[in-house]
């Protein structure tokens, strides 16, 4: 039947699908890979409570205490997992960013104009978008070219006389703000949390992404400091350190 | 007014943007004397280029910026361009970049803002002449693509039948979204709607949650996905905020797209 008062009864292509999908799926992705980073930096950080803890874990990830023996392609298989993720959500979310010098200019005319928050918060989301792109992709890399390398020892090691730290001195802040910045602006974007006093909610979730904010960087920074020191010690004193992985 | 009484580019403006209550301090600050700096172009003289003029007047109690400008062009400028009818806040005339920001221009006290005042044309639609935009082209062409109109099934519609009751809850949500007075600031101030010419803004999105709501619309999930199923539809909003954040008439956009974001996703993803 025809809708009274339209031409909706001329054929018309149907619009495609696709675009919620993207949408959904951006958003899918970012958010796993927002709670995965949020975990991650938790473990990472376990080694302040010494390297046993944190050899505890290494261990753990590669099913040591479930098979009684370590598989390192338990890690391989996950880390592939994430790469996957990553790839597919950075693919998604570029397609969001300003493309040509017009519309940069006139974003960030606009942008300079309103002196808005949460229009600025976006722009941060390219830029340290972009910054994890580029250094998220060589610690993915590392990971994934060194199975059974996970450790207190190893990453120290690695953070020190392998010359990590400067790499992960610009992603650590990089992606905690991405994470934080991100995960508000998913609950803005699909109503998370609403209720009818929305304005309020928002005013505690944004508090909530600068204390979450705050305190990831906070510990991932003492974390990295840490493997640092340990690193530097294990250097001056190589017999300080156990035996590395056979390979 | 919670908006009037926000310095912009002042510290609280990148601090939350929410809308705050009513100070009431604004009306009552010392009057000074007003520098009003105006953009001016006329696109039928491309000849004389785009150039700031700057006018000076005392303030009065309680100025609203449209007199400001009424005063402007009364004594100072006959030929300065700019749009007002109810001067009200209903008719959305006078929507104009104030220090960067959209806003009504006859509901902003010029108390809130300092000494200095820029005013500029609203970007993204058609410039008629100084400070005068076409915005009413432009909703125009939305409305007619948004089909942002009442879809009734039935065809021939009963003059003699008693109207269907609406539930007053549902009237007053209506009302609420219906509140819209099409001024264009929603749309000069997305970001979205700077880099993509064809994107719907708050305003469109705001239409089709209007019909949505509405129960005498029949039109489905799947129809309003034809709609705005895409990204110059409700898949391109960045969820910057800002058109929620600068409505004049303070409409709940956020949530609004929010809510038609997962519609949509959801009849996308049933559909093939």
């Not at chain 2, 009751?165 to 009237?171: E, G, I, K, N, T």
């Not at chain 2, 999105?205 to 039109?219: G, Q």
């Amino acid at each position: 039947m025809a809708l009274a008062g339209t031409n909706a009864a001329a054929p018309r292509p149907r619009a495609s699908r696709m675009p919620a999908r993207l949408d959904l799926l951006e958003s899918g992705t970012g958010l796993l890979l927002a709670l995965f980073m949020l975990v991650h930096t938790l473990f990472a950080a376990s080694i302040l409570l010494g390297p046993e803890a944190s050899a505890t874990m290494a261990r753990a990830f590669e099913g040591y205490y479930l098979f009684g023996r370590s598989y390192p392609a338990i890690v391989g298989a996950f880390t592939t997992l994430i790469v996957l993720m990553f790839v597919v959500h950075a693919v998604l979310a570029m397609r969001k960013a300003p493309s040509g010098w017009a519309a940069y200019s006139r974003f960030h005319g606009n942008r300079g104009r309103l002196a808005h928050a949460d229009t600025t918060l976006w722009w941060w989301q390219v830029v340290t978008g972009a910054v994890v792109g580029l250094t998220a992709t060589i610690h993915l890399y590392h990971i994934l070219a060194n199975p059974g390398g996970l450790g207190p020892y190893e990453s120290a090691q690695q953070v020190w006389s392998g010359r990590m730290w400067p790499l992960y001195l610009v992603l650590l802040p990089a992606v905690e703000l991405h994470v934080g910045i991100g995960l508000y602006r998913l609950a803005m974007k699909w109503g998370w949390f609403e209720d009818d006093r929305s304005t309020r909610t928002r005013r505690r979730l944004k508090l909530a992404m600068w204390g979450l904010i705050g305190s990831y960087v906070l510990l991932g920074l003492t974390a990295l400091g840490a493997y640092a020191k340990l690193g530097y010690e294990q250097a001056l004193d190589p017999s300080t350190a156990p035996a590395m992985h056979a390979p | 007014m919670s908006l009037d009484d926000q310095p912009p580019g002042g510290p609280s403006a990148g601090a939350d943007d929410a809308p705050v209550p009513a100070g009431a301090a604004s009306s009552r600050a010392p009057l000074r004397r007003l520098r009003l700096r105006v953009l001016r172009y006329n696109p039928r003289e491309p000849q004389v280029p785009a150039r700031f003029e700057t006018y000076e007047l005392d303030e009065a109690d309680n100025m609203t910026l449209f007199l400001a400008l009424e005063e402007v062009r009364d004594r100072l400028d006959a030929s300065l361009a700019y749009d007002f009818v109810c001067r009200a806040g209903i008719c959305g005339s006078c929507a104009m970049l104030v220090n960067g920001r959209p806003r009504l221009a006859c509901r902003t006290l010029t108390g809130g803002l300092p000494a200095e005042i820029t005013l500029a044309p609203l970007p993204v639609f058609e410039l008629v002449q100084d400070l005068s935009v076409d915005t009413g082209k432009w909703m125009r062409a939305l409305g007619e693509r948004l089909h942002a109109w009442l879809h009734a099934q039935h065809v021939e519609p009963d003059l003699d039948a008693i109207e269907e009751r609406m539930d007053p809850d549902v009237a007053e949500k209506l009302y609420e979204l219906d509140r819209c007075i099409e001024c264009g600031c929603c749309v000069a101030a997305c970001g979205t709607a700077q880099m993509r010419v064809d994107f719907v803004g708050g305003v469109g999105l705001n239409k089709i949650a209007r019909f949505h709501l509405d129960p005498r619309d029949t039109r489905t999930d799947a129809d309003y996905y034809e709609l705005i199923g895409d990204d110059d539809g409700v898949f391109g909003c960045l969820g910057l905020m800002a058109c929620h954040d600068l409505c004049p008439k303070e409409l709940p956009l956020r949530t609004q797209i929010a809510f038609l974001r997962r519609r949509m996703v959801r009849a996308g993803l049933s559909g093939k």
